[in-house]
Every structure is written in C-alpha cells, then in structure tokens.
C-alpha cells in the first residue's frame, strides 16, 4: 500500500512539474504577447537598428504627363528604396540614424544623411548630390542645430526628450487600443517559419495584424467612439504627458468638442463616401517578438486602389525595422562630430546663396506684379 501512495505521489509531482514546464513554455496569445512585449519596451536602455522603406507598386497617372513621362515617373518610384540603420543610448543621451536613398536604374544614384542627436543638438551631414551644385566646401560637413536656441526663437520651451517617459506614454496608449481591438478580427500567431523573416532575425513568436476594406468601418467607428476618447482622457489626467506633448487642457478640451462633433455630424456620409472611392485596402503586419519578450522585428506592407474625380490608381508600400543589441554597447558609426567639421546654419546659408540665384541684386520693381507666394 505504502509503495502505491509512494508510486501516485512521484507521478502527481513529476505531472505537476510538466504542466508547470507547459504553462511557462507556451506562447501567450496574440494579444497578450504585444501587450507585454510593449510593456517590455520601457526596460531598453540601449539598442542598434535598420530598416527600409520602399514602393512596391505606385500607378497614379497624370494627365498633364505623357505615357513616355509617366512610365519613367512610376518606374523610378518603384526602383526608389528609402533605407537606414543607427543607434541609441539612454544615458548619456545620444542617437544617429543614417539615412540611404537609393535610385536604380538609368539614372543609378545613392547618397547618405547621417543625423546625430543629443539632449540639446543634432547634427545633420551635408551629403554630395551630383545633381545639385552643392559647394565642395560643406560637402561632408554637419549642419548644427542647437535646440534650445530654436525654442527660444519660437517662443516654446525645449522639448523634452525623455525617451523613458515617451514608452510609458506609448504603452499605456497600446493598452487602450487593445482593450478595445477585438483579438480574432484583427490578430493572430503565425508560425516563425511562414513569416518570411531575414535569416539574422530571432525570434520566438510572431504575431500578424491584418486588416482589409470590410474592416475599416468598424475599425474607424472603434478609433472615434472608444479609442480617442479614452487617450483624450489619459492626457487631460496626466500632467507630464501634457507637458510632453507640449499640450495644454484647453487644447484636449477643443479635441474632444471636435471629436463629438463628428460622431454627431458627417462621419455616416464621410464613411460612405470612403467606401466608395477605395476600391481595395489590405495592411499585413509582422511584429517578431524574441525570448526575452522584445519586439525587435517589425514589417508592414499596405496595399490599396483609389477611384474618384481627382485621384485614381494604385500604391503598395513595405517597411521594415529591426532592432539588435538590447541593452548592450551601442555600436555608433557616426558619432558626435568633431568641432572642426561642425558648421552654423547662417553659414551654411551663405555659402549656398548663389544655389538659387542672386536675389540680393533684384530691383523690387521687377517684383511688382508677381506673386512671392509668402
């Protein structure tokens, strides 16, 4: 008898361990998986990353352009890709992104922007465009711009870049979202085998968001009548996201005036006249959540088709964003520049005012008549 209760009680333990295993192992939802992984953001301190931006398909045709045109418009478009990579580290505060347009084709052209940030500057590097008479002598130089004195020039107080404060901020504006997005309509996991993730991406679990023309409407309805309204409230009761955003109550008070306006007003007619005009709309997203719940991949491709009076034709976009090293040394390839490659903005101006002409030597007569667009 004693061996029996000895034998159920080793297999009620090792049961016991294995669901416990189980509970621990298995993914979470789709939902719950973003929610945590968005909540998990608020601990990154440190991280590099790189994406890219680029048309998939662009057919908008111009009437004013001839079929010749307009081909070569839409194939320059679509061999367009918008790419970057960069860094960031909390403390002390410091970012760049370098930006890479890339042309393909006939007229083949690549140049950079490197951007370099601190709490009070950014740095810009003036890049060589071959097809702009830039002078050799800023090529290759960083424009400065000091941050407290362009808030001083413009009668506001100097953002505050609190990085922390921006996630929670972002955080507790994806809790109201899912809170009200219906899991099953918009969500779902996929295997990371089928997600047609880059081979250096890891990641344990990928979550889809997709949604089509059908639920749009529905989607729209949610952002006015529940969404809005809600991160509306979230701003009139927290001063310090106020004071972020550079907001004050009176500006949350006219939002949410104009906001019961239009759930009171057009928007019945607005959605009908939307559902008219677009034709197809399919945005698919891919967020790649990795072990230790970061979100480090995210890829998002929106088609759509347009009809109306003024506009008709068709857009495709993808982008894509990884993030890599969380949390450990960021590898900066720019950096904070050096005082003898850094120039003004007044002299950058003055070594670019013959690009557009010497208008210092126009007679304001010749002025009478024409239109300064100012």
């Known amino acids: 008898m004693f061996k029996r209760k000895l034998g159920f009680a080793i297999l009620a333990v090792m049961l016991t361990f294995v669901l416990v295993l189980s509970g621990c192992t298995k993914d979470k939802s789709p939902k719950d998986a973003l929610q945590s992984s968005m909540s998990k953001s608020s601990d990154i301190k440190s991280y590099n990353f790189k994406g890219s931006m680029k048309f998939e398909d ?39 992104v370098n930006l890479q347009l890339a042309l393909k084709g006939d007229l ?57 404060k921006s996630q929670k901020f972002s955080n507790d504006i994806m809790g109201i979202v899912f809170k009200h997005v219906e899991e099953d309509q918009y969500l779902k996991e996929i295997k990371v ?20 023309q059908t639920q749009l409407e529905p989607f729209l309805n949610t952002i006015i009548e529940k969404i809005a309204p809600e991160i509306i409230e979230l701003l009139s009761s927290n001063q310090e996201y106020r004071d972020m955003m550079q907001l004050k109550q009176e500006d949350l008070d006219e939002a949410k005036k104009a906001l019961a306006d239009v759930k009171q007003g057009d928007l019945a007619d607005g959605l009908a006249e939307m559902k008219k005009e677009l034709k197809s709309l399919d945005i698919t997203s891919n967020i790649g959540i ?58 950058l101006q003055e070594q670019m005012g013959g690009l557009f002409g010497d208008m210092g030597g126009m007679d304001p007569e010749s002025l009478e008549g024409t239109d300064s667009g100012l």
């Open 58 to 96: 662009f057919n908008f045709p111009d009437e004013t352009m001839s079929a010749s045109e307009a081909a070569a418009v839409i194939n320059m478009l679509k061999s367009a890709e918008l790419s970057w990579t960069g860094g960031y580290r909390l403390d002390p505060m410091l970012a760049e």
């Open 290 to 347: 990795d072990k230790k719940e970061y979100p480090v991949y995210t890829d998002a491709t929106i088609k759509a088709s347009i009809e109306s009076e003024e506009l008709t034709g068709s857009l495709g976009i993808k982008v894509v964003s990884q993030t890599t090293g969380i949390n450990e040394e960021v590898k900066f390839e720019v950096g904070e520049p050096k005082a003898e490659d850094i120039i003004t903005m007044e002299q």
């Open 108 to 164: 083949a052209i690549t140049f950079n922007v490197p951007i370099v940030m601190t709490q009070k500057k950014v740095w810009i590097k003036i890049p060589n465009i071959p097809m702009l008479p830039i002078p050799e002598d800023v090529i290759g130089k960083f424009v400065e711009l000091d941050l407290e004195q362009l808030a001083k020039d413009a009668g506001q107080p100097l953002p505050n870049l609190d990085v922390a």
């Open 193 to 212: 085998k089928d997600a047609g993730l880059p081979a250096d991406v890891d990641v344990n679990q990928v979550v889809q968001f997709h949604m089509d």
